[in-house]
T-cell receptor, first 117, second 111 residues
Framework: GAVVSQHPSRVICKSGTSVKIECRSLDFQATTMFWYRQFPKQSLMLMATSNEGSKATYEQGVEKDKFLINHASLTLSTLTVTSAHPEDSSFYIC?????????????FGQGTRLTVV | LAKTTQPISMDSYEGQEVNITCSHNNIATNDYITWYQQFPSQGPRFIIQGYKTKVTNEVASLFIPADRKSSTLSLPRVSLSDTAVYYCLVLVSGSARQLTFGSGTQLTVLP
């Protein structure tokens, strides 16, 4: 099946610094990618929808200036957590659906565990 | 977006068949039913998708009644490695809309 790759899988950063997470679709093109956040013992919560060549659409309550999303190509979207704080520590997951297919599942990256100290 | 409701948790023993039911009362005509599996610290993994009646693949079966207001994921002869959270979602075919996750069902397989 299609593969979505996230990098890094795990990152520890100091409070106040920024962290960039990459999401790549390895063998298909994705006009749209999605970013989720998951806290321990909770479900995935959609943060934003990343659209290639245009601005991302953020869910209510998600700060667009804090979580910068760039979708520069049909195979790459990045999420930058700016001025990270300990409360931003979480599991971040991206997903993508293939272009043009009438009935396909979404593919998920392996996730990025962010710890802010 | 159609909301889904699943049991929060289920326990089973190795070798048993496990059935997890999901209700989606306001499913739309164009919605498909999809199930994902998630292990700790990993992204969700696609298990199976269906529109109506029964779908079977190498890992699971999906049963969907005629009214499509519910669905049942059936895992035959579970093993310890099937311990995971299972999510039921509905999504529109051919749409790039996001997937909205419910609470999922924590399945624990006991020896």
């Amino acid at each position: 099946g299609a593969v979505v790759s996230q990098h890094p899988s795990r990152v520890i950063c100091k409070s106040g610094t920024s962290v960039k997470i990459e999401c790549r679709s390895l063998d298909f093109q994705a006009t749209t990618m999605f970013w989720y956040r998951q806290f321990p013992k909770q479900s995935l919560m959609l943060m934003a929808t990343s659209n290639e060549g245009s601005k991302a659409t953020y869910e209510q309550g998600v700060e667009k200036d804090k979580f910068l999303i760039n979708h520069a190509s049909l195979t790459l979207s990045t999420l930058t957590v700016t001025s990270a704080h300990p409360e931003d520590s979480s599991f971040y997951i991206c997903s993508a659906r293939a272009l043009g297919n009438s009935n396909t599942e979404a593919f998920f990256g392996q996730g990025t565990r962010l710890t802010v100290v | 977006l159609a909301k889904t409701t699943q049991p929060i948790s289920m326990d089973s023993y190795e070798g048993q068949e496990v059935n997890i039911t999901c209700s989606h009362n306001n499913i739309a005509t164009n919605d498909y039913i999809t199930w994902y599996q998630q292990f700790p610290s990993q992204g969700p993994r696609f298990i199976i998708q269906g529109y109506k009646t029964k779908v079977t693949n190498e890992v699971a079966s999906l049963f969907i009644p005629a009214d499509r207001k519910s669905s049942t994921l059936s895992l035959p002869r579970v093993s310890l490695s099937d311990t995971a959270v299972y999510y039921c979602l509905v999504l529109v075919s051919g749409s790039a809309r996001q997937l909205t996750f419910g609470s999922g069902t924590q399945l624990t397989v006991l020896p």
